[in-house]
């Protein structure tokens, strides 16, 4: 993209720091939130006569501002996020104790997004739970129909109506119920739709990692899964890259081995599709027998920014480790 002819001269900014004024004629307000928000509070002197007049333009530069920010500082915080799937575990008095044991301390965290996806029908009761803690709830799966005769299905908008996010394209999921990157794709359009978040799962089984197919299976698994998002949608989506070998397994994968696919096939991938902004500013998790032993080994790799935690968030104590593990790096990683 490019600005128009007549915008083009003026197509100018200058970076101030430490902060003073933002000078923008186009559209301050925004500009101002999203440097305060998202950028610690660096504004730029924006140089621009005719914005106001051209929309196309002044979206352009308000992008090309935060691009030249990240290029100029190679900066760019993603915040970590760390993902409790508990599968088909917990009765709903059990989910009541569990989240009383480790709500109070992962409440403390806030440099860390937190979420729990409980079964469908102790959603209702972790919601109430988890209200003003700071720990968001998910559903495990959602169908893409609104409505109608689709027994033991729940619609995007009814899970919408109490849940966060969802997760879509679990390997469980590809595996005992027969989901495939078309029917991920539609799950995924349909949730972003009713304006949940979601996570999209994806990686290779044991066979195809040994005969070095774990970048031809993701990408088949991305390009297809994510056809026709669009980059406002992308916003809504954290990747979660689980390699199916790992899942359940206590075989995790090496930090080095999940953060080269993390950045050298998902993040160019995401790049290609959505533009490199967004590619850099989308959570790519890993999953896969994450302990609170190797949590901080694994989220302080550069592209690893999160994770999705199925056994260890099972019980309160390894869970809280793992977010606290988190958040440490996380600290650890803004002040680099
Ligand atoms: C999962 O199922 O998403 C998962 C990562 O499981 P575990 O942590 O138990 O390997």
Request: some cysteine; proline content about 4%; hydrophobic content about 45%.
């Amino acid at each position: 993209m490019v600005p128009c002819k007549r915008c083009a001269p003026f197509f100018v900014f200058k970076r101030i720091h430490p902060p003073k004024t933002l000078i923008c004629k186009g559209s301050p307000a925004q500009l101002q939130l999203y440097y305060s928000m998202d950028h610690g509070g660096i504004f730029y002197k924006i140089e621009s006569l005719f914005f106001k007049k051209c929309k196309f333009c002044q979206d352009l530069l308000v992008k090309s501002v935060i691009e030249n920010y990240l290029i100029e500082t190679g900066e760019i915080m993603r915040k970590i996020f760390v993902a409790g799937n508990w599968k088909m575990n917990k009765t709903i008095a059990e989910a009541q104790d569990l989240l009383e044991a480790m709500l109070p301390q992962l409440a403390e965290i806030d440099n860390v997004e937190k979420g729990v996806a409980p079964v469908y029908l102790a959603i209702p009761s972790v919601v109430e739970q988890c209200r003003e803690s700071g720990v968001k709830v998910g559903a495990q799966n959602v169908f893409w129909e609104a409505s109608g005769a689709y027994t033991g299905e729940v619609a995007p908008a009814m899970v919408a109506e109490v849940c966060d996010f969802v997760i879509v394209g679990h390997s469980e999921r590809r595996k005992y119920f027969g989901e495939t990157d078309e029917t991920v794709n539609k799950r995924l359009k349909a949730a972003l739709a009713a304006g949940l978040e979601v996570i999209v799962c994806v990686g290779e089984t044991l066979e195809e990692n040994e005969a070095g197919l774990t970048a031809a299976v993701v990408t088949r698994q991305l390009t297809e899964g994510l056809a026709g998002i669009t980059e406002a949608q992308a916003a809504k989506i954290t990747i979660a890259y689980e390699p199916v070998w790992a899942i359940g397994t206590g075989l995790a994968a090496t930090p080095e081995d999940a953060n080269r696919v993390h950045k050298d096939v998902i993040r160019p991938l995401l790049k290609q599709q959505f533009g490199k902004l967004t590619s850099q500013q989308m959570r790519i998790q890993y999953g896969g027998s994450i302990t609170a032993d190797n949590a901080a080994e694994l989220f302080a790799m550069s592209d690893i920014d999160g994770g999705l935690v199925g056994g260890a968030s099972l019980k309160a104590d390894s869970f809280v480790a793992i977010v606290q593990a988190a958040s440490k790096v996380a600290l650890e990683k803004k002040e680099l």
